[in-house]
């Protein structure tokens, strides 16, 4: 299983990024997937979640309306579009299968989103 994710940057308050997570090893295609963030300190929190046919999607309350997930199953890639971004989305953003949690104990190296002006 691998997860690699990309697309953070330092950005000011009210700007957008978009995070991508191409992943492998395993059934992406059948699979829900989910990103995650992490501030030092505190633990991981799901961010948004889209099911395996990108059909239905859920989203934390903190990032919806800001926040879409999609997801390429061709390219065995999640998105993470991040608008109107506000400084206490910084974090280390990951991606994993799953839907109610994590599928795998294994995360990638994630992608830091620094949001600053």
């Known amino acids: 299983v691998q997860f690699v994710e990309s697309g953070g940057g330092l950005v000011q308050p009210g700007g957008s990024l978009r995070l991508s997570c191409a992943a492998s090893g395993f059934g992406f295609r059948s699979s829900d997937m989910s990103w995650y963030r992490q501030v030092p300190g505190k633990e991981r929190g799901l961010v948004a979640r889209i099911s395996s046919a990108g059909g239905s999607a859920d989203y934390e309350d903190s990032v919806k309306g800001r926040f879409t997930i999609s997801r390429d199953n061709a390219k065995n890639t999640v998105y993470l579009q991040m608008n109107s971004l506000k400084r206490e989305d910084t974090a280390v953003y990951y991606c994993?299968?799953?839907?109610?949690?994590?599928?795998?104990?294994?995360w990638g190296q994630g992608t830091q989103v620094t949001v600053s002006s």
């Open positions: 994993n299968a799953g839907w109610l949690g994590p599928r795998f104990h294994y």
